[in-house]
């Protein structure tokens, strides 16, 4: 099994969950900006904010339930995956606010060194560029490592500091997790220069837009899930999920 065939069999997934997925998706995107706008200000409040991480979370465990559900029982039923939602969304929320403190860890020893060793530099912009390269290295190592953390909480019901160990494990050395990431690294890559040639496109109306931008988040994040689930579940070393699409 290759990135691009992984990729490919990703595609088929997703056609198969298309409906269920957008309505998670537009969901996902229409909530925190109803919670703005009903806020009132310029300025959210805190907790305008947290209802904003709040909703994406469970928006976001929602669509990682609904696509392992499909993965292993061929289930698409929105019920039955609200259900393992209602289950896992506290679980998972906590693992990634362990996975997040890990990665606030990493920064400051990170901070310290880049601060030393750019102290003698003059020029501003060589010395930002290699302060952010060296705290940017520890913290992509972690993200890289301990991405699937969630996956091993929803699907396995492991704690956060087993799920991270699990995730850790599973990616180390493992070249079609490393491919496959970088194959949607590209992908996104091409999805960023979209938006930005969107926003260079001077006489297009801002309405229009942002319409547009909203639509291409809509379809393009659930693939993402998707894609990153078909890693997850094609490299685990166990034999519980079925890995038949």
């Given at each position: 099994?290759?990135?691009?065939?992984?990729?490919?069999?990703?595609?088929?997934?997703?056609?198969?969950?298309?409906?269920?997925?957008?309505?998670?998706?537009?969901?996902?995107?229409?909530?925190?900006?109803?919670?703005?706008?009903?806020?009132?200000?310029?300025?959210?409040?805190?907790?305008?904010?947290?209802?904003?991480?709040?909703?994406?979370?469970?928006?976001?465990?929602?669509?990682?339930?609904?696509?392992?559900?499909?993965?292993?029982?061929?289930?698409?039923?929105?019920?039955?995956?609200?259900?393992?939602?209602?289950?896992?969304?506290?679980?998972?929320?906590?693992?990634?606010?362990?996975?997040?403190?890990?990665?606030?860890?990493?920064?400051?020893?990170?901070?310290?060194?880049?601060?030393?060793?750019?102290?003698?530099?003059?020029?501003?912009?060589?010395?930002?560029?290699?302060?952010?390269?060296?705290?940017?290295?520890?913290?992509?190592?972690?993200?890289?490592?301990?991405?699937?953390?969630?996956?091993?909480?929803?699907?396995?019901?492991?704690?956060?500091?087993?799920?991270?160990?699990?995730?850790?494990k599973q990616v180390k050395g493992n070249q079609l997790i490393f491919r496959g990431f970088m194959l949607l690294s590209v992908v996104t890559a091409v999805y960023m220069l979209i938006i930005i040639v969107l926003n260079k496109?001077?006489?297009?109306?801002?309405?229009?837009?942002?319409?547009?931008?909203?639509?291409?988040?809509?379809?393009?994040?659930?693939?993402?899930?998707?894609?990153?689930?078909?890693?997850?579940?094609?490299?685990?070393?166990?034999?519980?999920?079925?890995?038949?699409?």
């Open positions: 099994m290759t990135a691009i065939e992984v990729f490919k069999q990703s595609l088929t997934f997703y056609t198969r969950l298309f409906n269920k997925l957008i309505w998670l998706s537009v969901a996902s995107s229409i909530a925190p900006l109803l919670v703005l706008s009903s806020s009132g200000s310029e300025q959210p409040s805190g907790l305008a904010l947290f209802v904003i991480a709040a909703t994406s979370m469970f928006f976001s465990v929602f669509m990682m339930a609904l696509i392992h559900q499909f993965s292993v029982h061929q289930d698409d039923s929105l019920n039955e995956a609200f259900s393992l939602t209602l289950q896992k969304v506290l679980p998972v929320t906590l693992t990634g606010i362990v996975f997040g403190l890990l990665i606030m860890l990493a920064i400051l020893p990170a901070a310290t060194v880049a601060t030393i060793l750019s102290a003698g530099i003059e020029n501003e912009i060589l010395k930002n560029l290699l302060v952010g390269i060296i705290i940017a290295i520890p913290i992509a190592l972690i993200m890289y490592r301990c991405f699937f953390a969630a996956y091993f909480t929803l699907v396995d019901g492991l704690n956060p500091i087993e799920a991270l160990k699990a995730s850790n496109m001077i006489a297009l109306n801002p309405m229009a837009l942002s319409v547009m931008e909203f639509v291409l988040n809509v379809i393009v994040m659930p693939f993402f899930s998707v894609f990153i689930y078909r890693l997850f579940a094609l490299t685990k070393s166990s034999n519980t999920i079925d890995e038949e699409v």
